[in-house]
């Protein structure tokens, strides 16, 4: 199975958001890949190996891509080092693209790399759009499957069931190879990615991705990386959304520490009137 | 001049059919827009039943399209973006809105890829025509964006936009053909529900939300007394909802529910920055944890540093009380 991972690099979300001439600043700001694209790529991980004996599934490929600046290669290079076997990364400024002009270079290299399916994170941490995914299975005429909390191979290999948190419950839903499917949180606990070959009793940690091993920093410094420009897909004709202005939202006004429940309840009814 | 399509939510039951909350909010979201685009609002309501929530639309927009077939009995993105798609084109649409629900996140997008429409998801406030204002970094930051296409799609937040009000008059019910349909292949298997008599999390008036600091599931008991006796919605931190105490759709946070109630209730929760950005446009917070350093207490109105085990006893105790001498 050959899965096509897009990733994105993100400013760290542990740092404070500062602006700097009405837009975010990001001098000096450290960068992480995507969590929910990291968590994509466990879950193509898990699709492809034996999680009991840690062995890779023949015929097996995960290609990642990435639209950004030179600096992003640190953050496709950790990819690689997680485990996906070759990158594809369009250099670009982050000012260049938007959503449809990620999409379009993505569609582009679906059509190219005739994957069998794409599986990203739900949406970047950063913008918080999460449109991409959506947008991309439409351009490319295929099913998607968003917000996956689970994955199951089915057993003719040939269909995916995906468990989705909807608003009132889990849904269920199935598509076909040649989907876009966009990974939630709970994508990486223990179990919830079935391939038909890691054992169904064996528990992956559930803490999040795996982190890169020594072995795989190793490897990864040797794993191909293809270098494209946006142009090359006809894709640097500008995007169309245009961002103005970047504020901090106001500060919540000091709240105060009460001394006890009583006093508590009486400050809710008499002060704040919402009992 | 271009008119507003307001995807719309509705609910079909042995009492009828109607709107959800959710769409209320995105129509009202829809007015402000159609306003600023020298058009008029159309509701639009895809599904079996439509046709029969057609007349409860109709109280809120000037126009309604029904699109109503058995081939949509379950909702797919693959086979109801289209029908939004060619809607939109056929009503002159320059704007089409669905609130970020789970299902406006997942069909607005792919809408926009059919149209090559440009997007603004989970906004806050209308800043004119084609301008809006959204919340970016887990709502540590507010981007004012234009979107510079001929169609833009938009996904209101519902905890940004009071339900609409009626109109004096009602409007008109139009129906639209579905069309071919064509899933793509894919296909609804079905639905786990979470069955529960609260009100829904995006839209309660209250809401009481436990965190990590609660253990396991059965301590939450205590917190669903709480909220039944204020009818309240249930929350959690993610913490908790990754720990598997409780449902997964209680989770409230940036990749969980936004909520934005007159009264949020957060026990045993730290108060990380995911979480925060689910809870902190609620109107007034109250925190409970025994530890006076956690970060929760920054977004408080009012804290109280106390172990859950004695506090939330007590709270029920003294609520009981002030009910009582009303």
Partial sequence: MKILVPVKRVPDPTQKAKIKDGHIDLTGASWIVN??????????????????DNTRLPGAEIIVVSLGPDEAAKEIRTC?????????????????????VVVKVLAAIVAAEKPDAVIMGKQAVDGDANQVGQMLAAKL??????????LELSADKAAFTVGREVDGGVEYKKVPLHSVITVDLRIVAPRAVKNGVTPES?????????????????????KPMTQAKLADYGAGLGAVIREQSVVLPPPRAAGQIVADIATLVKKLADEAKVL | MGNVLAFCEFVVSSGGAQLRSSALSNLSFARLAAEAHGGEVVALLIGPGAAAAGPDA???????????????????????????????????????????????????????????AGMASDVAKLAGKDTFVRPVLAGNAYSTVQVTTPIIVVTPRQSEFEAAAELPAAGTVATAPAGALDALGAEFVRLDA??????????????????????????????????????????????????????ADWQVGQTG???????????????????????????????????????????ADYGVVAEWEKAVPELIAEIKKLKASR
């Fill in chain 1, 35 to 52: 969590t929910f694209d990291e968590y994509a790529i466990e879950t193509a991980l898990r699709l492809v190996e034996n999680g009991a």
């Fill in chain 1, 80 to 100: 690689l080092a997680m485990g996906a076997d070759r990158a594809i990364h369009v250099s670009c400024s982050d000012a260049e693209i938007d959503s449809l």
């Fill in chain 1, 141 to 150: 005429g295929w099913p998607q499957a968003t917000f996956a909390a689970s």
């Fill in chain 1, 202 to 222: 064996h528990n992956y940690s559930g803490e999040g991705a795996r982190l890169p091993s020594l072995k795989g920093i190793m490897a990864a410094k040797k």
């Fill in chain 2, 58 to 116: 109709a109280k809120y927009a000037p126009k309604v399209v029904v699109v109503d077939d058995p081939g949509l009995a379950h909702y797919l993105a693959e086979t109801y973006a289209p029908i939004v798609a060619e809607v939109a084109k056929a009503q002159g649409a320059t704007l089409i809105s669905a609130t970020a629900s789970a299902v406006g996140k997942d069909l607005a997008p792919r809408v926009a890829g059919l149209l090559d």
């Fill in chain 2, 194 to 247: 979470q069955k529960s008599d609260r009100p829904e999390l995006s839209d309660a008036k209250v809401v009481v939300s436990g965190g990590r600091g609660m253990k396991n599931g059965e301590n939450f008991k205590v917190l669903e007394q709480l909220a039944d006796l204020l009818g309240a919605a249930m929350g959690a931190s993610r913490a908790a909802t990754d720990a598997g105490m409780v449902p």
């Fill in chain 2, 257 to 299: 529910k936004i909520v934005a109630p007159n009264l949020y209730f957060a026990v045993a929760i730290s108060g990380a920055i995911q979480h925060l950005a689910g809870m902190k446009g609620s109107k007034t917070i109250v925190a409970i944890n025994k530890n006076k350093d956690e970060p929760i207490f920054q977004v």
